[in-house]
């Protein structure tokens, strides 16, 4: 981002340019509105775990009970080999990596737009936004 000031009699006004390549991404920047980047994960995590019933353990139950599935129906029902390693510790061990990836995909995805209100009255780092939303159900 460039930020050009422009000063007149009694306003300053601040016009900002998108910046032209992703070599002027600036990190800086990003480490400035930290605390921001802290509240805004903070706010996702009370949010997501407050509608539950059964709250943050929901986090724990779900990668559990999906290994219980894949247990039952690739290691009991279709014999699929795991190497010499129990089924169970094999199929949790590629499920953390995959539900890792997909939610934070599928929660990026959607945050700037989900945070548009936002974004359009207050200038920060535009990063924050899905950084916050790919890293607030791994930081409980």
């Known amino acids: 981002m460039q930020a050009i000031r422009e000063a007149t009699n009694d306003n300053c006004v601040i016009v900002i340019e998108p910046s032209r390549s992703w070599v002027s991404l600036d990190l800086s920047q990003l480490w400035g509105y930290r605390e921001l980047l802290y509240f805004l994960i903070w706010r996702d995590v009370k949010v997501r775990y407050k509608q539950t019933v059964i709250g ?77 939303a790919t890293t607030d159900s791994h930081c409980i």
């Open 56 to 132: 943050a353990a929901w986090a724990i139950l779900q990668p559990l009970m999906t290994m219980l599935i894949f247990t039952l129906v690739f290691d009991r029902l279709a014999k699929v080999p795991s190497d010499n390693l129990p089924y169970p510790i094999f199929s949790y061990t590629a499920l953390l990596p995959w539900n890792l990836f997909a939610g934070a995909l599928s929660r990026c995805s959607g945050s700037v737009v989900g945070q548009s209100n936002l974004v359009s009255k207050v200038y920060f780092p535009r990063l924050v936004i899905p950084l916050s």
